[in-house]
């Protein structure tokens, strides 16, 4: 079964709207949280990551909510462009952080 | 150029006859990982490795080998490869695990067993 649960799983949003994406998870051994982006024949590449620590962490549009209470934790893309558009995958490590384990992925979709 | 090679991108073959996706690393990296993309289920990790000679079980490590000889190289070996293990695959290598640093991933091999 998955592990982190990760929806949607396909989103159209308007160029210049909010894109989110949730992700839960219920191994509480997890300690560091990663989102991915990825681009149709390239790999996987870190966009942003968050230890639980900290309920929140923002990098330019880029921002993950962390609720550890509630084992859930998501993504917004602020300002959304055509350029985003992109498959995301959030991911959780394990301690000791030799395993990581994704989710199913976002495909996200930014109108003109 | 800092960056995670592997060869070859695309590879179609018959059950049962092996073949090993080579995976190399330019950044000294000492940890290397290879996962497997299916639609619907992300990425699932197949082996890791630690360092030199030090490797260990991901999720779905079933009908798959790994070396790490050197600490370059982390070769995906499939001894005898069936349709189900038709999918995409990443290798991909970090600095430290312990630090949490960024893993950085290939640029994909697209399997098809026939």
């Known amino acids: 079964q998955q592990q982190v649960k990760q929806s949607p799983q396909s989103l159209i949003v308007q160029k210049g709207g909010i894109s989110i994406i949730n992700c839960a998870y219920e191994?509480?051994?997890?300690?560091?949280f990663p989102w991915y982006q990825q681009f149709p024949g390239k790999g996987p590449a870190l966009l942003i990551a968050i230890r639980p620590d900290v309920s929140e962490k923002k990098e330019g549009r880029f921002t993950i909510s962390f609720n550890k209470s509630a084992k859930q934790f998501s993504l917004h893309i602020m300002d959304s462009q055509p350029g985003d558009s992109a498959t995301y995958f959030c991911?959780?490590?394990?301690?000791?952080?030799?395993?990581?384990?994704f989710g199913a992925g976002t495909r996200l979709f930014v109108k003109a | 150029e800092a960056q995670v090679t592997q060869n070859p991108r695309y590879l179609i073959t018959v059950t049962g006859k092996k073949l090993t996706v080579t995976c190399s690393q330019n950044?000294?990296?000492?940890?290397m990982s290879w996962y497997r993309q299916d639609p619907g289920l992300g990425l699932r990790q197949i082996y890791y490795?630690?360092?030199?000679?030090?490797?260990d079980k991901g999720d779905v490590p079933e009908g798959y080998k790994v070396s790490r000889k050197e600490k370059r190289n982390f070769p995906l070996i499939l001894e005898s490869p069936s349709p189900n293990q038709t999918s995409l695959y990443f290798c991909?290598?970090?600095?430290?695990?312990?630090?949490?640093?960024?893993?950085?991933f290939g640029p994909g091999t697209r399997l098809t067993v026939l």
């Open positions: 950044m000294n990296h000492e940890y």
């Open positions: 490795s630690m360092n030199v000679e030090v490797t």
């Open positions: 991909a290598s970090s600095f430290s695990r312990v630090e949490r640093d960024e893993q950085f």
């Open positions: 991911a959780a490590l394990d301690t000791g952080g030799f395993k990581t384990i």
């Open positions: 191994n509480t051994a997890f300690d560091y």
